[in-house]
Every structure is written in structure tokens, then in C-alpha cells.
């Protein structure tokens, strides 16, 4: 008896201590199983919560068993007879009971008193993040799931990017025009010690206070604003090639599988016209083959504007990609300016080496302007005539999509 008391004794406290332990040995897998009693939340419930569940059934079981052996124990002391063996025995396991009883509700304190986590079977959750505020961009309207909507929206921000493009290469060209080799200094040096060395310059110098372009800090703003409207432009190109694949696949997907249905409906129509022989009924299967073929004239006029569509959307990716050159070159030929000065600009000196008043003086750098100014030239009027050519293009976009909706809303109103 004594033995069987110390066995069950251990059996719980080690198979309390097992589950307590399962909170750390499994990660959140999931189960699919119903037990009873216990209804999870959903089909996603992690493993935590079932070892959570196993656990309180089990500390009921304990309970149960305590209390029935407590019972057993209890009426074996009452039907001893004065048997002095049994009510021995009968002491045992009511003392055992209790003991394994208090052993149990001290572990559990001790636990609990170390770490509560230790018996909550709850995962840690993360603190939410506030969900940030998105810079508003000229990206951002154009998140929309309407596709005519989103591209009208492309339209009419790319209309205002070349412009800009625009305006910046003309600017660049004309803070250019001012850039002169006579703003830099001349170096001069002797070209000996002796009485015959004479005063030579040895090129112009080019460095603070002495810059060939005077709007030097604007000219650099311009190229750096220029590049960042290309990556802009750029942008939208991509964004148009993929709404031209998107029309694609409305056409394809859509429209035309519903032309498709449309002739077949009218065709089977037309047959059974021919098998009515009375002219009233005749006159209505006309009436509705006639209303078949409206709708489906609808559907055809409206695939050949979103046809259209979508060749300007390629045109326009086409007119936009051509920029790209021309800008990258506008963002780079200005800094020829300073780098020509070596070349273009010609120093001279005044004075002598011996000259005691005034000796071996700079004069001036002549030359004119040391930039690139054909090439910019060029650049400019290679864009200005494509921003025209992408401007009219977008107008043409928002035309047709206002031409579709335009004829949407006639079929419906008919």
C-alpha cells in the first residue's frame, strides 16, 4: 500500500512538471482538432493552447483522484471494525493524499512566485506599431483600382513633369551662356632667375572666388532637380507600359469574350427569326436581335478606344524613354564648363620679373566661355520638342478615357 501511495505521488508531480514544460519545447504549430469541453477559437489554434487545456484537465483528474482516494480511505477507516491493521492503513492513505495534495499546490506557488509565465501557457505578443502617415507624392493618388481612373490620374501628373524638364534645360543653358573664361585668374610665373627671364603664364586658374561660371551654385541646383525629374518621368514610363498590359488583358479578357458571346447570341437569335412564321412575333425577335446588336456595337466601340489607349500608352513610354539621354546629358555637360578651362581659356601677364613697382602681375584669361555651349544647345532643342510631343499625349489619354466614359454613360442611359 505504502509503495502504491508513492508511486501515484510521483506520477502527478512529474507529469505536472512535464506540462508545465511544453510551454517552451513547442513552437506555435498548428492544430485542427476538437476535444471535448474544449472549442478553439479557430482553425489556427497553436499548440500552447491545447498543452493549456491538457493541463487544466489533468489538475481536475489530480483533483478527482485525490478526493476519491481521500473517499476510499475515508470509508475503509469507518468499516475498519476496530481492525487496527486496516485503520493503520486507512491513516496512511489519508496522510498521503494530503501530503501529495500539498506538494502539489506548493510547486504550483513556487512556480508561480518564480515566473507566472511559467504556468500561463501565453505566447509573448509584440507592442503594436502605430501604422506611419505615407509621404503624400505624386506616386500616391494613383493607387486606385479603377484602371481608366488611374491612368487619366497618370496623365495628368506626367503632363506636368516635362514642363519642368523643360524649363530647368533652359535654364541651365542660360546660367551657361554667362560662364566666361575672363572670371578666372591667370597664373604667372618667371621663367628664370637671371635678368632675360620674363614674365609667362603658366594657365588660368579656376578654383573659389574664380569660378568661369558666376551662377555656378544654381547651375549645380539645376542639375541635381533635372536628374531627379528624369527618375521621376522615368517612372511613369514603366507605370504606362504596365497599364498598356493591363488594357491588354482587359481587351482580351473581356471585352472581347464578350463581342464573342454577343455574336453568338445574335446568330442563334436570327436563326430562330427565321423559324417564327406570325409578324408579330417576328417583330418583337427582331427587336431584341436589334437591341443584341447595340449592345454589342457598345462593346466593339469601346474596345477600339481602349485599343487606341493603349497604343498611345506605348507612344507615350516611347516619347519618354527618348529623354532620358538628353537630360542625363544636361545633368553632365555643365561640369565641362570647369574642366574646358584648362583648354579654352588663355592666361596673360603683365610686368616684368625685375619690374621693382609692380613685378610679374596676372593679367587676364581670355576665351569666352569655356562651356560646351553647342552640345547644351543641341540637348535643349532635342527636349523641348519631345515635352511638347508628351504633353499632347497625355491630352490625347484623358480625351479617349473621357470618350469611353462618355460612351458608357449613353448605354446606360439607353
Not at 471535448?36 to 483533483?63: A, M, R
Amino acid at each position: 500500500m505504502k509503495n502504491r501511495c508513492k508511486k501515484n505521488i510521483i506520477f502527478i508531480l512529474l507529469l505536472f512538471f512535464l506540462l508545465v514544460y511544453f510551454n517552451f519545447v513547442f513552437a506555435q504549430t498548428k492544430l485542427e482538432i476538437e476535444y471535448p469541453g474544449f472549442t478553439p477559437k479557430s482553425n489556427k489554434t497553436i499548440l500552447p493552447e491545447y498543452v493549456k487545456y491538457i493541463y487544466d484537465f489533468i489538475i481536475i483528474g489530480v483533483g478527482l483522484t485525490a478526493l476519491w482516494y481521500l473517499i476510499e480511505a475515508g470509508l475503509r477507516y469507518l468499516t475498519s471494525a476496530g481492525n487496527e491493521e486496516k485503520i493503520k492503513d486507512a491513516k496512511k492513505q489519508i496522510g498521503a493524499v494530503f501530503k501529495g495534495t500539498i506538494i502539489l499546490l506548493l510547486s504550483y506557488l513556487i512556480l508561480i512566485t518564480i515566473n507566472p509565465q511559467l504556468i500561463s501557457f501565453q505566447l509573448p505578443k509584440l507592442p503594436q506599431i502605430p501604422q506611419a502617415q505615407l509621404p503624400q507624392t505624386p506616386i500616391s493618388p494613383l493607387a486606385t483600382s479603377d484602371l481608366l481612373g488611374r491612368i487619366k490620374e497618370m496623365a495628368k501628373t506626367i503632363r506636368k513633369i516635362p514642363d519642368e524638364i523643360n524649363s530647368m534645360a533652359e535654364r541651365i543653358q542660360e546660367l551657361t551662356n554667362n560662364c566666361d573664361c575672363n572670371n578666372t585668374q591667370p597664373l604667372c610665373f618667371c621663367d628664370g632667375g637671371s635678368e632675360s627671364s620674363s614674365c609667362q603664364p603658366r594657365g588660368c586658374y579656376a578654383g573659389p572666388g574664380f569660378q568661369p561660371c558666376p551662377d555656378q551654385l544654381e547651375i549645380k541646383e539645376n542639375q541635381k532637380r533635372i536628374i531627379a525629374w528624369k527618375d521621376e518621368i522615368l517612372y511613369y514610363r514603366n507605370r504606362a507600359l504596365s497599364e498598356a498590359e493591363d488594357l491588354k488583358d482587359s481587351i482580351e479578357e473581356i471585352l472581347n469574350e464578350r463581342i464573342s458571346w454577343y455574336n453568338q447570341k445574335i446568330t442563334a437569335e436570327q436563326k430562330l427569326l427565321a423559324e417564327i412564321q406570325d409578324d408579330v412575333g417576328r417583330e418583337q425577335q427582331q427587336r431584341s436581335i436589334n437591341d443584341l446588336i447595340e449592345q454589342r456595337d457598345w462593346l466593339i466601340e469601346e474596345r477600339d478606344y481602349k485599343d487606341d489607349l493603349k497604343q498611345t500608352l506605348n507612344e507615350l513610354a516611347d516619347k519618354i524613354a527618348r529623354l532620358e539621354d538628353p537630360i542625363n546629358n544636361m545633368s553632365q555637360l555643365p561640369d565641362e564648363c570647369l574642366i574646358n578651362v584648362k583648354t579654352n581659356c588663355n592666361a596673360s601677364c603683365k610686368g616684368g620679373c625685375h619690374d621693382i613697382k609692380s613685378g610679374c602681375e596676372p593679367g587676364e584669361c581670355s576665351g569666352g566661355s569655356p562651356c560646351p555651349s553647342t552640345e547644351i544647345q543641341n540637348q535643349v532643342e532635342e527636349i523641348s520638342p519631345l515635352t511638347e510631343e508628351i504633353n499632347s499625349i497625355c491630352d490625347e489619354i484623358i480625351n479617349i478615357i473621357n470618350n469611353i466614359k462618355e460612351t458608357k454613360e449613353k448605354k446606360f442611359q439607353l
